[in-house]
């Protein structure tokens, strides 16, 4: 739910996201999408909320207007030297480089994706680094999924995935039980990672966003909104292509 409070000039609008690990006191989260998200244990109260906003007003002033101009020079990406990119949610400095050699090589070094290509051109990279971020994907939902699946004892088989490209969705649960998940998924932190994988196990047992199919995720992954929150906040910037 959406809320706001007045700080000095500005007006400080925030969501609420409830997290019942939390013991007596909330947490403020400063999205790049410029969202505020105040998470809180359940059944806080309204001015308790209020008045933490207004206790980190500065804080939360100052990153606004970081997300703001960072959100103001987010630029199309152009696959060049020096460029950010992400990968299980941090970022890397993307650096490029000419080959005589085939087949082209992708590799992570420290805190940068070197792509090596023969001919290193925009397209050229894009589709090498592409095909890259799906193997990786591949890869590291698999084993996500392994170990998100041990949590849910009523699951007997660990299911299938596909990795499907979607425009504005991480995932989705096929009626057959497959299991569909975005692979620019890879780009998100790893507790959103698992978020989404936990979201679709649990579409095993409720298909509909139902009153039980919440509580059965909150039971499996009692602070699903903040990561929702989290994923919602670098959506865009992850699924910038
Ligand atoms: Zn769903």
């Known amino acids: 739910m959406r809320r706001e409070v007045r700080y000095g000039s500005e007006l400080i609008g925030f969501e609420v996201t409830t997290n019942s690990i ?13 969202q505020v998200e105040v998470e809180a244990p359940p059944d806080t109260d309204e001015k308790e909320l209020s008045a933490g906003v207004v206790k980190r007003g500065r804080w939360i002033s100052k990153q606004l ?6 959100k103001a020079h987010a630029l ?6 020096g460029e950010t990119h992400f990968y299980i949610g941090r970022r890397y400095k993307l650096r490029v480089s000419e080959t005589n050699e085939k087949p082209g090589t992708v590799t992570l070094k420290g805190g940068t994706i070197e792509v090596t290509l023969r001919t290193a051109d925009k397209a050229a990279i894009r589709r090498r680094l592409s095909e890259w971020y799906f193997e990786r994907a591949n890869d590291y939902f698999e084993r996500r999924m392994a170990t998100v699946v041990s949590g849910f004892t009523w699951i007997e088989e660990t299911p299938k995935f596909k990795l499907v ?22 780009r998100a932190p790893s507790d959103c990672i698992d978020y989404v994988i936990a979201h679709e196990l649990c579409h095993l047992r409720e298909r509909n966003h139902s009153p039980a199919y919440y509580k059965l ?12 929150a989290k994923l919602d906040g670098i959506a865009e910037l992850i699924l910038a292509e």
């Open 65 to 70: 207007a970081q997300a703001r101009s960072a």
């Open 22 to 34: 939390l013991k007596d006191r909330i947490r403020i989260h400063v999205h790049p999408n410029c």
């Open 76 to 81: 199309p990406r152009e696959y060049v030297s």
């Open 217 to 228: 995720l909150t039971r499996h992954c009692p602070d699903w909104q903040h990561r929702k």
């Open 165 to 186: 490209t979607m425009k504005k969705q991480w995932g989705s649960c096929a009626p057959s039980g497959v299991i569909h998940l975005n692979p620019w998924l890879i």
